[in-house]
């Protein structure tokens, strides 16, 4: 009996609302055949860039580590709430760099079996700082930075 093998893809996104199939690239149309199930995104090594673990079925899990490296500038939120939920589930973020907006929202979950990252990533390409980031807690409050720097990981903390 013959097995076939459904490949395992892997896109990158091309910063204009498209992707490019970079599969071979990373070889991964070369790694064992295994029953996976769910994923978890997060910047594993703090770099700026997103890794995914992948979780097997009886096996171990799979870490793919972005160490390719993405050029371009990035930003990172940690939030935690004080007033609503510790972990800031359900707050939402919008940053402004230049001519573009970016959103995000903390969530948990992410898919079956797993846990992304809390915290929030955000791509700016070639501006070197945020002109402005507004946060919107669960509670109902909010909080505004302006000209953060890019490159890091702010921990922000919900007032009392």
């Known amino acids: 009996m013959e097995t076939y093998r459904q490949p395992d893809l892997l896109f990158r996104g091309n910063g204009e609302f ?21 994923g978890a995104f997060c910047d594993y090594d703090n770099d700026g860039d997103l890794d995914l673990l992948v979780l097997a079925i009886d096996d171990a899990p799979t870490l793919l580590r972005n160490d390719g490296g993405n050029r371009k500038n990035w930003l990172q ?22 001519s573009k907006t970016r959103t995000g929202r903390v969530r948990s979950g992410g898919s079956f079996l ?10 700016l390409g070639e501006a070197a700082a945020a002109d402005r980031v507004e946060i919107r807690w669960p509670s109902g409050g909010s909080h505004v930075l302006t000209n953060v720097e890019a490159n890091q990981i702010v921990r922000i903390e919900e007032a009392e």
């Open 18 to 38: 498209g992707f490019q199939d970079v599969t071979s690239q990373v070889e991964l149309d070369q790694a064992p055949v295994r029953s996976s199930r769910g």
């Open 114 to 123: 797993s846990q992304n990252d809390l915290r929030l990533h955000f791509g």
């Open 77 to 98: 939120f940690r939030l935690t709430g004080r007033r609503g939920n510790r972990s800031a589930i359900g707050a939402r973020v919008k940053v402004v760099a230049g």
